[in-house]
C-alpha cells in the first residue's frame, strides 16, 4: 500500500495538517493490519498441527526482527515488540479456531 501524504511533517501549517497526516498513516496501517490477518487465516492450511499454528520458534524470531526494525527507525524496541506481541497472539487465536474448524471437515 503506498501512503501519499500530503505534506512532509516539517511542511505542515497547522494542527489540522498533522492531525490529518496521521489520520491518513493510521488508516493505511489498519489496512495493512487486515490484510496481515488474511495472509494469517490463508496460512492455516498449510498447518499441519496446533503446535505449527503457534510456531513458537517463529514467533519469537519475528518479535527479535520487529526489535531490530525499530531500532533501525529510532523508536522504543520495547513498544514494538509489545505492539507484535498482542497483534500476533490476537491473530494465533484466530488461526487457532480457523485451523481448527478445518479439521473438523
Known amino acids: 500500500m503506498d501512503i501519499r501524504n500530503q505534506c512532509e511533517p516539517e511542511d505542515c501549517a497547522n494542527m489540522e495538517d498533522i492531525r490529518a497526516e496521521i489520520d491518513r498513516i493510521d488508516r493505511a496501517v489498519v489496512a495493512l493490519i487486515g490484510k496481515r ?5 490463508a496460512a492455516a492450511k498449510f498447518k ?3 503446535d505449527s499454528v503457534r ?3 517463529r514467533f519469537a ?3 527479535e526482527t520487529r526489535r531490530e526494525w525499530a531500532e533501525e527507525e529510532n523508536l522504543s524496541a520495547d513498544a514494538i515488540e509489545n505492539l507484535y506481541r498482542d497483534l500476533v497472539n490476537h491473530f494465533i487465536e484466530k488461526e487457532m479456531r480457523h485451523w481448527t474448524a478445518a479439521q473438523k471437515q
Open 37 to 41: 490477518y488474511r495472509y494469517v487465516l
Open 48 to 50: 499441519t498441527s496446533a
Open 55 to 57: 510456531a513458537k520458534e
Open 61 to 63: 524470531a519475528m518479535l
